[in-house]
């Protein structure tokens, strides 16, 4: 993704680690690192409170690998998110901005809450990319990954357009060989945002009320936590002046725009 589009957590820094702060969390989970953006400062985060950070990943940048094997409050778990999430304890926070499809996210908060559960802590969430274009539109890095009831028809080579429902050949916002969309967006059971939202609902018939803010910026981040945690009332305030804010909402339209635009262009000048 070219530099011109920024699109990394790191945008949204100062209110996680706010956040993170207020509800004293000291061991994090990190799915999905890249480059270590986020991590690094989740790493002097913790290194700050004696804490540790897990970042789970597949296939990070090695210069993440080499930097996280060096830091003595980093363990680099290199595996997708659901085969390993069972085996941690003790989650005061997690950070999820991996595989950003409906199945993976709606398992790993399911799976993630489960563990807080046993281990009697609340949940506390930041997941990034809940708005366009995969709040409604699956995207796989790995779609074998997915099982075959929860997988869309996909495409690698085409992209998403804003206001568009099908994915457009050579096109658009598109990841190449790197990852895949659904072709179509919208429907049951498709889209991160889709994956909250049913996660959410499901969580709710037993009784439980999470509280969930969109901060409508950079892809979108979602801040989704337990209504009752002793921290909940601070968290709330904190983010509640970006929760569905309009002026935010206008200018990421209008990033958005400019940078379909700038991908026109190029796709015109390698014609
Ligand atoms: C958008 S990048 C993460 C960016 C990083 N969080 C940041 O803010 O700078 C997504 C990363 O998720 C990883 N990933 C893909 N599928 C995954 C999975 N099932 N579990 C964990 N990580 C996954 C990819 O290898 C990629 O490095």
């Known amino acids: 993704m070219s530099n011109l589009l920024i699109h990394s957590m790191t945008e949204f820094s100062d209110l996680i680690l706010g956040s993170l702060k207020l509800s004293g969390a000291r061991r994090i989970v990190e799915i999905g690192a890249e480059f270590g953006g986020m991590s690094h400062m989740l790493a002097d985060f913790v290194a700050d409170v004696d804490g540790h950070l897990t970042s789970i990943d597949p ?27 069972d085996t941690l304890s003790n989650v005061d926070a ?16 399911l799976a993630a809450d489960a563990l807080c559960q046993r281990d009697g802590k609340p949940l506390l969430t930041f997941l990034h990319d809940v708005s ?8 796989y890095y790995a779609p074998r990954r997915i099982p075959k009831a929860f997988r869309h028809p996909h495409e690698f080579g085409a992209g998403a357009m804003l206001d568009r429902v099908a994915l ?104």
């Open 132 to 139: 366009w274009p995969t709040a409604r539109r699956d995207m």
């Open 168 to 271: 457009v050949p050579g096109q658009g916002f598109r990841g190449e060989q790197a990852w895949a969309m659904a072709s179509v967006s919208g429907g049951p059971r498709n889209g991160v945002l889709t994956a909250v939202e049913d996660f959410i609902a499901d969580v709710g018939k037993t009784g439980r009320v999470l509280a969930f803010a969109r901060i409508p910026a950079v892809f979108g981040l979602g801040v989704l936590f337990d209504s009752d945690a002793p921290w909940s009332g601070a968290i709330a305030e904190r983010v509640a002046p970006f929760h569905e804010n309009p002026l935010l909402a206008s200018l990421e339209l209008n990033r958005l725009r400019n940078y379909l635009k700038v991908i026109e262009w190029q796709d015109a000048a390698a014609c």
């Open 59 to 85: 296939a990070p940048a090695p210069e993440f690998v080499e930097w996280a094997a060096q830091s003595a409050f980093v363990t680099h778990v290199a595996a997708p998110s659901l085969e390993v999430i």
């Open 94 to 109: 997690w950070l999820i901005d991996g595989d950003h499809n409906y199945f993976t996210v709606y398992n790993e908060l």
